[in-house]
Structure formats: structure tokens, C-alpha cells
């Protein structure tokens, strides 16, 4: 993984401003440029490495410091903050192989897992590759970076583990579950011997990357072990567009490894190794990364079961906290279902925030689409006033019904919601809808009876309006983990509600 001072790099350039040193290790964390473990303070070793940047170079250093703890490119337009540092060495940057992201819209683009490989080997190819600075590669969405994702298999497991503890990230990247071993393929990697012109040292790479992470028999590491199983693409976030994996199976039923997994940890990193039987892959599907979410969907569908799982915070009973419930989801997640069978069958008063918003401002998404509501929307909630505004529009509709039980659907702002409790004045339940993006494209897809492609969805999903909705899932009181069919989903759901509410 990164040095603290790429991931700051690549942070900051991201985000288009200026970050407090919390926020920007916590945003290095969770788009795993950094790797932490558990006791460590990784935003006190981010500030020290950015400080000691400063001292050494001055004018020349990639950054530079605008208030005490909040940093910024050196290109920035905000105004420099004098303050001594420490003295330290810094590490040089690193490369990584990269390919143009139009070879894959020639080779043909997918989101998922594509078995076999097939054309798409073709991107490997040494006239077409390049290596690139890491910290370009990590912000220039016009290339691909090339990722080897290796599941080991033994006596029909699979060895699963966590990377990092991710104990300055949000909640709810703590314990990821990850099968996929590997990495980048960098430039030494590349040895110009006549295989290495077809795949650009990516067969080495994933060698050695194995081997920097597992204490393997070097027997176990030949390429009659390791097969192709597929290809995986994922444009659903920032992170996931600037990368392309080819997934790999290495058979070990043959080889000796001690008794117990853990004693194959090599790297700090990696945690909590444990060899899962391929049929329990699917028993905390949810605390799965979602990469390895899709290698269990796609390669194990036959022989694994998955659920939807509803799992509520410590003592937390729903039926104490029942008269207002707030449905929090991304686009798809599920969360309008939820809000329906509380109306349908527990004669809860449906309150919109969406249609609320377009009565505030006086639109119609039927006259003039979704993503002109959106882009309204979020200048809207964006004002100084907007949320305030949004949350005494709720709590006057609540306070102006005849019904004493209200379910808020589809709140996308953390202002709007804090303003709507400290209003309301009562206990509110915070129900949270999470869902795999793929999951929800489908969902989403089946509810509205249209032709949208994958890519059009992204584009809703990933408006300005939306991005705050995964932060809710941190405060939620219940989480619902909307993944397996439908009908597990709904029958899931139903049966929570009728033993919490009656």
C-alpha cells in the first residue's frame, strides 16, 4: 500500500480542498492507500510525515499547511500557515502499470466478474501498458490500474482474512472481510524477458506479492497452481474506476501448510487469516469487501446461500422507539419497500423528503426529470437555510397529521436530520438500507419498469445529492444488509417488523 505522504496526496487532490488531518488519513483509510492496525494513530503519523515534508522542502514540498492540523496541495489557492515542523526522510514515490481506459471500452466495458478472461488478457499486452506514478495513477481517471486478486483455495476452503483494522475509518469499514491476495504490479516487477513483453511483469508481480504477504512454501508458487478465473471491473466509486483485476484461483489441496492459518501471516496487514469452507462464504456475506462480495457471487452462487440479514445496535428495541422511524438507503437499496410495508400493514404515515423538496421548491420530477430534481436538490440542501428548511417542512407535516406513526423516507442530508430531531423533540429510530450496487440496480430496475443502463444508474447514484447517505449508516439504530433475492428481502423485513411491532 501507499506511503502516508501519496494517500495524502491522492486525498487531497480528490477532494479539491483542503482537509483536517483526521479526515484526510480516515479518507486514506477507507480507499485503502493506507493500512492501519488497531492501537495505532495513523492521523498523528499522517501529520508528522506531512510536517516533516514542509520543514525539509519549503516551496517545493507537494503541500503545504492552511490552519494548525489542515492541509492542502501546494497548488491550492488558500493561504499558507507558518508553523514549525519535525525532521524526517520521506520515501520517493513508486510506479504502477497502468492502461489506457479506452483499451477496455474497445475490448468491450462490464461491471462485475467476466469468466474466462479471454480478449480481455489483451490489456496486459507490453505496446499497450505503462508505468505511471503511483500519485498520478490514484487521481487520472483516463487509465486503469492493473491489480492481480488471488482466492487460495485447500480442501474445498478458501483463506480469508482483514486487511488492516481500519480503527480511524468510519464504523463501518472496521472487519471488511477480504478472499482476494495481491496488488499492484510495479516497475520492477517488468524483467524484459520474451513473457514479460506479453503481460508487463504482472505474472511476477503476483508472485510477489504472495510472497510478501503469506509465509507460502515456495513449491506452492508456480504457475501450474494458479489458473485464470476471471476478469473484474467496478466504475461504482472513484476508487473502484481507477482499477481492473484479473482474478485468479491458486490450488494448494496438495501442498503442506501448518495446522493453523494464522501462521501464514507474513505482512502487518494482514489479519485474522482463517480457511472458510466454501458453502459458509455466505454466513456474513455483509462483512464482505465488496470485491470479494462479487467473487462469491458470481464463482460460488451453486454452493452459497445468501440472506438478507437485519442487524440492530446492542440493546436497541425498534418497538420502544416506534412512533417516528427515519429509512435512510442509497438509490435501490431497498429502503421505499420498507417504507411501504410500515404504511401497508402497520399504519404508518408515509412522509416523502423527496416530494417534500419538490414542493419547497415547486418542481416535478414527472415534468422534468431526475437529474434536474437532483441537481436543484442539492443546490437546496446545500443553502444555509436548506436543511433547516427541510426539517421544519417534516415535522409541521407530522405535527398536522391525525396519525400518531410516521416513517421519513429518504432523508440524504446529516444537517436536515439533526435539525429534524432537535425539533421534534422525541425519539427517533434510524433504520439503514445497505446494499451492494449491483443489488440495487436490479432492485431498482424491477421497481421502476425501465431500460436504464448499469452506467446511467451510477450517474443517480452518484450525484452531488447522494453522496452523504452512506455516512448515516455510522449513527443507524437497525441495519438492514439487502443482499440474496427479493423474496429473501421482503420476507426478511416483514418478519422483523411483525415481531418488533406487533
Known sequence: MGKFLE????????????????????????SRLLESSGGKTPSQTMKAKLSVDIKQKGDKSHFKRVAPGV????????EEYKSPGFAKKVASDSEVLVFPVKRLRQAGWFHGIVTPPGRYVSLLDFKTTAFMSRIEAETNPAYKQVISYVLIRKSGSLLRFVRGGY???????????????????????????????FDSGYKNSIFRELSEELRLPPESL????????????????????????FVHLLDLDDCRLPHTASKLKRE????????????NLGNEFERYEYWSKLCIQKLYSAAVKIKCKITPVHNFKLSKHASVIAVVGTIGSGKTEISRL?????????????????????????????????????????????????????????QGSKKNKFVIDGLRNLRTFEAFKANLGRKIALIYVESTVDNAYEFYKSRENNNLTFNEFIDILQHGVEREIPEFMRLANVIVYNHGTKHSYNQTVSHYFKDELG
Do not use: M
Open 222 to 245: 508456480t504457475e501450474e497452481r494458479l489458473s485464470y478465473l476471471g476478469v473484474l471491473n467496478d466504475d461504482s466509486s472513484f476508487v473502484g474506476k481507477l482499477h481492473f483485476a
Open 268 to 279: 502487518k496487514s494482514i489479519n485474522k487469516l482463517k480457511w472458510i469452507s466454501i458453502p
Open 167 to 197: 480503527s480511524s475509518a468510519q464504523a463501518f469499514l472496521k472487519g471488511r472481510y477480504c478472499i482476494g491476495f495481491g496488488g499492484h504490479v510495479e516497475r520492477h516487477d517488468l524483467r524484459y524477458s520474451l513473457f514479460d513483453q
Open 342 to 398: 410500515l404504511e401497508s400493514s402497520f399504519e404508518y404515515e408515509v412522509i416523502s423528503t423527496g416530494k417534500l423538496v419538490e414542493e419547497i421548491l415547486g418542481i416535478s420530477i414527472t415534468e422534468i426529470g431526475r437529474t434536474a430534481v437532483q441537481n436543484l436538490a442539492q443546490k437546496f440542501i446545500e443553502s444555509r437555510s436548506g436543511p433547516t428548511e427541510l426539517a421544519t417542512a417534516i415535522v409541521s407535516r407530522i
Open 7 to 30: 494517500a495524502a496526496e491522492i486525498i487531497l487532490k480528490r477532494a479539491g480542498r483542503p482537509l483536517g488531518v483526521k479526515d484526510l488519513t480516515d479518507r486514506a483509510l477507507e
Open 71 to 78: 492541509f492542502a496541495v501546494r497548488d491550492s489557492s488558500a
